[in-house]
């Protein structure tokens, strides 16, 4: 059975970093693309960044320069590191695992950015 958990969200103040990390079991991670999405409140899921199994990046228009998808293929796990967070990366963050057009969920970790 496929499950990706999430963890590291939380509250953080502008300009602040916070690093999330998705550890995936029951697929073999290295052949996986991984994703992070997010969705804010009335908003559509939108995605954030996606690692290729050969380490190949693309990152929104809105976090490039300050967010950076990782992977470790030892650990199953692919990581997240925001700076320089703004109120508008507020959302709810999910992980993707895809692999021939089939999608796996994470159950999502919040990121509330405020002051």
Same mark, same amino acid.
């Given at each position: !059975?496929? *499950?990706l958990v999430e963890s590291g969200g939380g509250l953080v103040q502008p300009g602040g970093s916070l690093r999330l990390s998705c550890v995936a079991s029951g697929i073999i991670f290295r052949f996986y693309t991984m994703g992070?999405?997010? *969705? #804010?409140?009335?908003? !559509?899921r939108e995605l954030v960044a996606a690692i290729t199994s050969g380490n190949s990046t693309n990152y929104a228009d809105s976090v490039k320069g300050r967010f950076t998808i990782?992977?470790? $293929?030892?650990?199953? @796990?692919? /990581?997240? *590191?925001? $700076?320089?967070?703004?109120?508008?990366? @507020? #959302?709810? /963050?999910?992980?993707?695992?895809?692999i021939f057009s089939r999608s796996t969920w994470g159950q999502g970790t919040q990121v509330t950015v405020s002051s």
């Open positions: !059975q496929v *499950q992070w999405y997010r *969705q #804010a409140p009335g908003k !559509q990782s992977r470790d $293929n030892a650990k199953n @796990t692919v /990581y997240l *590191q925001m $700076n320089n967070l703004k109120p508008e990366d @507020t #959302a709810v /963050y999910y992980c993707n695992a895809e």
